[in-house]
Structure formats: C-alpha cells, structure tokens
C-alpha cells in the first residue's frame, strides 16, 4: 500500500458516513454520476435543516451543497473513465465528522496508468496549485487531445475549494498489474455552516432539558 498527501487511513467512527458502491456496465450512462453526486448532496443538506428566516445557514448550507455534488462529480467522472476492470465495483463514500467534510472514490487502473497517476500526484504535491493550474488550462486549451490526463479537476478542487488530496494505492492481488485507487478529498469550507447547526442542536437540547425539568 502506497499514500500519497493527506489520506486518512481511519475514518473516526463518530463520524457520519454515507457509501455506495456500483458496477460498470458497457452501456453505462454518465447522467448516474450525476445523479449520485446531488444525491450526496442533497443527503447532507437533509441532514442539517436550516430555517429560512436565517439566510446566512441557507447561504452555508447552499455552497456546501454545491460543493458535494461538484467536487462528487469530478472524482466520480475521473473514476469511471479509467476504471478498468467491471469485476470490481465503484466505491463512493461521503462522511462529515466535526469540521471535516470527506468525500472519496475508489476504482481500478491497469499498472502504466497507475504509475503515471503516482508520477503526476508528485507534481500536484510538490508544485503551487494555483500556478499548476493556469499552466494546465494554457496546455490543455492548446491541445488536440480530450483525453489528456491532466488533473485539471483535482487542481480546481485544491484551489477554488481550499481542499485537501490524498491518495491510497492498493495491489489488486487478484488481477495482475493492477491497481485499487482512492482518493479522497478532505473539505473544511462547512465549518461556519456546521458550527452553528451545532450550537442550534445543542441549545435545542438544553430547551427541552429545562421543559423536561419544569414539569
């Protein structure tokens, strides 16, 4: 097992967590990503209702939501494109624990492009993100080819989301020359929303302790 960044081997078991797990089929339909990632989304945002006399929790509660279902997307599209073997399934997991949002896809890649992932999770690793990323768009708006691996996705993710990356890289012993990727995305932009979500459950606990008590 190789990690590369900021993986978190062990996800807390007070955390919340939501995971689906599907197959490649040769007539998969790419609308399914989409509709998993607002899926992911919309979870969340269920599972911390805001009022809308309070606009600064349905603003946070808003870009949390948008950012599930957009940082969802890119790690699924990136998944089922390189996915290489419909013997394994697809994992795709959601957990929120504290301040910490993590969101993380799983898939399988022939070794060539395994190592060559590896080779370009060391760039994004040692490199500024935000100047990888202004040299990716200038190549990629000057290149012919659509299926260039470029991690521009991983880079907007870094840079417009303040996100951390982290990789596991697993031998599938069942499959030679193979390997099960994950990587995972580490998000802190909920905690303002989170926070307060939190003082609110907890005043409403003590609300109802104090009415428990008067009776």
Not at 14 to 19: G, S, V, W, Y
Not at 129 to 153: D, F, T, V, Y
Not at 175 to 188: D, E, G
């Amino acid at each position: 097992m190789t990690v590369y960044g900021d993986y978190l081997l062990a996800i807390p078991d007070r955390a919340t967590c939501l995971e689906f797990s599907f197959f490649i089929t040769p007539d998969f339909n790419w609308q399914a990503n989409n509709l998993l990632a607002q899926f992911m989304a919309d979870y969340f945002a269920n599972s911390f209702p805001t009022s809308a006399a309070d606009p600064l929790a349905c603003h946070f509660q808003s870009e949390v939501t948008d950012s599930i279902n957009y940082i969802t997307n890119e790690l699924l599209e990136n998944a089922v494109k390189f996915h290489c073997n419909r013997a394994f399934n697809i994992k795709c997991g959601l957990a929120f624990d504290q301040d910490e949002l993590i969101i993380y896809v799983a898939n399988v890649v022939n070794q060539v492009l395994g190592l060559q992932f590896q080779e370009r999770i060391d760039q994004l690793l040692k490199g500024d993100p935000g100047e990888l990323l202004i040299q990716q768009i200038e190549a990629n708006a000057l290149s012919n080819n659509n299926n260039l691996q470029s991690g521009l996705g991983l880079l907007t993710i870094m840079n417009d989301y303040q996100a951390r990356l982290g990789w596991k890289f697993e031998q599938v012993l069942t499959i030679p020359h193979s390997f099960m990727v994950t990587t995972m995305v580490r998000y802190s932009g909920m905690y303002p929303f989170l926070k307060k979500q939190l003082e609110l459950a907890e005043v409403s606990e003590s609300e109802n302790a104090l009415k428990m008590g008067a009776r």
